[in-house]
């Protein structure tokens, strides 16, 4: 795990100019000459406008204009974040999904992407550089996620053992890990779907 971090060193550190903290220095200093190449790579399979040209373009003059953009007021944003707790019957140290209101500090990323939303820039002057932050803020730049998936698997086979298939075992791996997925379902939208699976099904279900 630690090699698969290491390994992608220059595309974090070409993703970290996209940080509000890092303008000043791209307006004072410009670019490094090769920035923003790996991100290019990966982004211009969604975009094709993401070149290696295009994109640090647009992010050195989004840089110049962040200090005006950013003094209009933001409303307030939710995020996911993991709450350590503790299952007494298998003695397990878990991680429960929970949603946090935060205020928009207009020093970060989720900051930065909400500007680019109200001003509708999206689009138009900046849409390479709404991508670029779309990838960033999907992106797990911590082992968190990728140890609370695992977390959650050995606490799924550990309270259900042997008993259960490797099918449905992976279908609770996925229920578990997107808790905030699982939740915007609407329940008879499932219904319906799994009444389509049999004419059996149907009848019970919509009678």
């Known amino acids: 795990m630690n090699r698969r971090f290491l390994s992608r060193g220059t595309l974090f550190a070409d993703l970290a100019c996209l ?3 890092n303008f000043p220095e791209i307006r004072k200093s410009g670019l490094q000459e090769r920035a923003m190449e790996e991100p290019s790579r990966l982004l211009v399979k969604f975009d094709e406008g993401a070149t290696s040209e295009n994109l640090p373009s647009q992010l050195a003059n989004f840089a110049l204009q962040w200090e005006r953009l950013k003094t209009s007021p933001l409303e307030e944003y939710r995020i996911i974040k993991d709450i350590p707790i503790a299952d007494q019957e298998s003695n397990l140290a878990d991680t429960e999904l929970v949603n946090k209101s935060c205020k928009a500090c207009k020093n970060c ?7 680019l939303q109200r001003f509708n820039l999206l689009t138009d002057a900046y849409n390479v550089i709404g991508v670029a ?3 960033l803020l999907t992106l797990s730049f911590t082992q968190g996620a990728c140890e609370r998936n695992f977390s959650t698997l050995k606490f799924i086979k550990t309270r259900l ?3 259960l298939s490797q099918e449905h075992l992976s ?3 996925l229920i578990a890990t997107e ?3 699982l939740m915007n379902l609407d329940s008879d939208d499932i219904i319906d779907r799994v009444a389509e699976t049999s004419h059996l099904l149907r009848n019970l279900l919509n009678p």
Do not use: G, H, T, V
Not at 109 to 115: N, S
């Open 19 to 21: 940080e509000p903290n």
């Open 133 to 135: 932050y779309k990838f």
């Open 179 to 181: 808790k905030d997925i």
């Open 109 to 115: 990323a989720i900051c930065c992407y909400q500007i």
């Open 161 to 163: 053992r042997s008993s």
């Open 171 to 173: 279908s609770l791996m």
